[in-house]
Protein backbone atom coordinates (compact mmCIF):
# COMPACT_ATOMS: atom_id res chain seq x y z
CA UNK A 1 0.00 0.00 0.00
CA UNK A 2 1.19 3.31 -0.71
CA UNK A 3 2.52 5.54 2.13
CA UNK A 4 0.50 8.01 3.58
CA UNK A 5 1.75 11.78 3.48
CA UNK A 6 1.23 13.25 7.13
CA UNK A 7 -1.37 15.59 7.06
CA UNK A 8 0.94 18.64 7.77
CA UNK A 9 2.80 18.02 4.59
CA UNK A 10 -0.45 17.91 2.70
CA UNK A 11 -1.79 21.47 4.54
CA UNK A 12 1.90 22.90 3.70
CA UNK A 13 1.57 21.40 -0.34
CA UNK A 14 -2.11 22.76 -0.49
CA UNK A 15 -0.67 26.67 0.04
CA UNK A 16 1.31 26.48 -3.39
CA UNK A 17 -1.05 26.93 -6.27
CA UNK A 18 -0.17 24.99 -9.52
CA UNK A 19 0.80 28.48 -11.37
CA UNK A 20 3.04 30.28 -8.63
CA UNK A 21 2.07 34.10 -10.36
CA UNK A 22 -1.53 32.77 -8.40
CA UNK A 23 -0.31 33.46 -5.14
CA UNK A 24 -0.09 31.85 -1.78
CA UNK A 25 -4.17 29.96 -1.34
CA UNK A 26 -5.64 31.68 1.26
CA UNK A 27 -8.06 29.07 2.04
CA UNK A 28 -5.38 26.52 1.98
CA UNK A 29 -3.17 29.03 4.19
CA UNK A 30 -6.25 29.86 6.91
CA UNK A 31 -6.16 25.91 7.10
CA UNK A 32 -2.54 25.27 8.06
CA UNK A 33 -2.70 27.82 9.93
CA UNK A 34 -5.48 26.67 11.84
CA UNK A 35 -3.72 23.09 12.09
CA UNK A 36 -0.90 24.48 13.76
CA UNK A 37 -2.45 26.71 15.93
CA UNK A 38 -4.44 23.43 17.24
CA UNK A 39 -1.51 21.35 16.85
CA UNK A 40 1.40 23.33 18.53
CA UNK A 41 3.45 20.31 18.82
CA UNK A 42 3.82 19.74 14.55
CA UNK A 43 5.31 23.36 14.09
CA UNK A 44 8.43 22.41 14.11
CA UNK A 45 7.97 19.80 11.57
CA UNK A 46 5.46 22.71 9.23
CA UNK A 47 8.82 25.01 9.67
CA UNK A 48 11.44 22.49 8.58
CA UNK A 49 8.82 20.80 5.91
CA UNK A 50 8.12 24.95 4.32
CA UNK A 51 12.14 24.98 4.47
CA UNK A 52 12.66 22.40 2.81
CA UNK A 53 10.32 23.38 0.05
CA UNK A 54 11.62 26.46 0.05
CA UNK A 55 15.35 25.63 -0.55
CA UNK A 56 14.25 23.11 -3.31
CA UNK A 57 12.24 25.77 -5.45
CA UNK A 58 13.49 29.07 -6.03
CA UNK A 59 10.17 29.72 -7.73
CA UNK A 60 8.22 29.84 -4.67
CA UNK A 61 10.25 31.57 -2.42
CA UNK A 62 7.69 34.35 -2.10
CA UNK A 63 4.99 31.99 -1.11
CA UNK A 64 7.13 29.79 1.03
CA UNK A 65 8.52 32.95 3.20
CA UNK A 66 4.67 34.69 2.94
CA UNK A 67 3.64 31.34 4.99
CA UNK A 68 6.19 31.17 7.42
CA UNK A 69 5.40 34.63 8.10
CA UNK A 70 1.97 34.29 9.17
CA UNK A 71 2.25 30.95 11.14
CA UNK A 72 4.72 33.01 12.55
CA UNK A 73 2.46 35.92 13.38
CA UNK A 74 -0.76 33.42 14.56
CA UNK A 75 1.63 31.06 16.26
CA UNK A 76 3.40 32.98 18.21
CA UNK A 77 1.93 32.98 21.50
CA UNK A 78 2.66 28.95 21.09
CA UNK A 79 6.24 27.54 22.04
CA UNK A 80 7.70 28.21 18.82
CA UNK A 81 11.48 27.93 19.57
CA UNK A 82 11.64 25.01 17.20
CA UNK A 83 9.79 26.75 14.20
CA UNK A 84 11.92 29.63 15.03
CA UNK A 85 15.32 28.10 13.94
CA UNK A 86 13.45 26.90 10.77
CA UNK A 87 12.46 30.27 10.07
CA UNK A 88 15.79 31.77 10.75
CA UNK A 89 17.60 29.29 8.74
CA UNK A 90 15.20 30.42 5.81
CA UNK A 91 15.61 34.61 6.36
CA UNK A 92 19.27 33.63 6.12
CA UNK A 93 19.28 31.96 2.75
CA UNK A 94 17.17 34.77 1.24
CA UNK A 95 20.00 36.94 2.86
CA UNK A 96 22.61 35.08 1.20
CA UNK A 97 20.77 35.19 -2.48
CA UNK A 98 22.56 37.60 -5.08
CA UNK A 99 18.57 38.85 -5.81
CA UNK A 100 18.36 42.32 -4.14
CA UNK A 101 14.59 41.15 -3.93
CA UNK A 102 15.27 37.82 -2.13
CA UNK A 103 17.42 40.20 -0.16
CA UNK A 104 14.38 42.60 0.73
CA UNK A 105 12.06 39.64 1.64
CA UNK A 106 14.25 38.11 3.68
CA UNK A 107 14.87 41.63 5.51
CA UNK A 108 11.46 42.55 5.75
CA UNK A 109 10.61 38.98 7.71
CA UNK A 110 13.32 39.23 10.21
CA UNK A 111 12.06 42.52 10.86
CA UNK A 112 8.39 40.80 11.76
CA UNK A 113 10.20 38.09 13.68
CA UNK A 114 12.23 40.74 15.48
CA UNK A 115 8.84 43.35 16.30
CA UNK A 116 7.11 39.32 18.08
CA UNK A 117 7.16 39.77 22.13
CA UNK A 118 8.62 36.54 23.41
CA UNK A 119 7.54 35.72 26.82
CA UNK A 120 11.03 33.95 27.27
CA UNK A 121 13.37 35.83 25.14
CA UNK A 122 16.11 33.52 23.38
CA UNK A 123 19.20 35.52 24.03
CA UNK A 124 21.25 32.43 23.58
CA UNK A 125 20.37 32.73 19.44
CA UNK A 126 23.42 33.89 17.61
CA UNK A 127 22.56 37.12 15.43
CA UNK A 128 26.04 37.49 14.57
CA UNK A 129 25.17 36.35 10.95
CA UNK A 130 22.13 38.54 10.53
CA UNK A 131 24.30 41.48 12.07
CA UNK A 132 26.77 41.25 9.21
CA UNK A 133 24.36 40.30 6.84
CA UNK A 134 22.46 43.66 7.01
CA UNK A 135 25.94 45.21 7.53
CA UNK A 136 26.94 44.23 4.02
CA UNK A 137 23.77 45.24 2.67
CA UNK A 138 24.45 48.74 3.64
CA UNK A 139 28.00 49.07 1.52
CA UNK A 140 26.06 47.56 -1.41
CA UNK A 141 27.44 48.15 -4.67
CA UNK A 142 24.56 47.66 -6.79
CA UNK A 143 24.94 49.01 -10.00
CA UNK A 144 21.23 50.26 -9.84
CA UNK A 145 20.95 53.21 -7.22
CA UNK A 146 17.01 52.49 -6.14
CA UNK A 147 17.90 48.51 -5.52
CA UNK A 148 21.27 50.09 -3.52
CA UNK A 149 18.70 51.95 -1.22
CA UNK A 150 16.45 49.01 -0.57
Do not use: W
Amino acid sequence: SPTRVPRYKRLVDNIFPEDPKDGLSKSDMEKLTFYAVSAPEKLDRIGAYLAERLSRDVVRHLIAMEALDQLLMACHSQSIKPFVESFLHMVAKLLESREPDLQVLGTNSFVKFANIEEDTPSYHRRYDFFVSQFSAMCHSTHEDPETRTR
